[in-house]
Nanobody, 128 residues
Framework: QVQLVESGGGSVQAGGSLRLSCAAS???????VGWFRQASGKERDFVAA???????????NYADSVKGRFTLSRDNANNTVYLQMNSLKLEDTAVYYC???????????????????WGQGTQVTVST
């Protein structure tokens, strides 16, 4: 059974950094790996996504709210995607979810319904 396992969440002061990890167990990633977040009482929002391939560089897509602050990278050998989050703001506080979808395309990366596999989520709390 394929599972996605997130790690790296925690508490940090505004302006600080965290790195989230998303590891797939059971089979290698295929398609697209995305990150979404859900703040308390709000809808789940797109954060970033990256295409997964062993042969070509990943194509990334970022929400406007995180562009220039968050960076995706992938480790093919370890079947892991990383979300480096810098210059964190109070509004970045949320539960962050990793998701994977074999049929996700570049234009549909921000659509959560396109993803068919989700992790359990990891809490990120940014404080003053």
């Amino acid at each position: 059974q394929v599972q996605l396992v997130e790690s790296g969440g925690g508490s940090v002061q505004a302006g600080g950094s965290l790195r989230l990890s998303c590891a797939a167990s059971g089979r290698p990633f295929t398609g697209v790996v995305g990150w979404f977040r859900q703040a308390s009482g709000k809808e789940r929002d797109f954060v970033a996504a990256i295409t997964w391939s062993h042969w070509i560089p990943g194509i990334t897509n970022y929400a406007d709210s995180v562009k220039g602050r968050f960076t995706l990278s992938r480790d093919n050998a370890n079947n892991t995607v990383y979300l480096q989050m810098n210059s964190l703001k109070l509004e970045d506080t949320a539960v962050y979810y990793c998701a994977a979808g074999q049929k996700v395309t570049i234009p549909t990366m921000p659509r959560s319904l396109e993803y068919d596999l989700w992790g359990q989520g990891t809490q990120v709390t940014v404080s003053t």
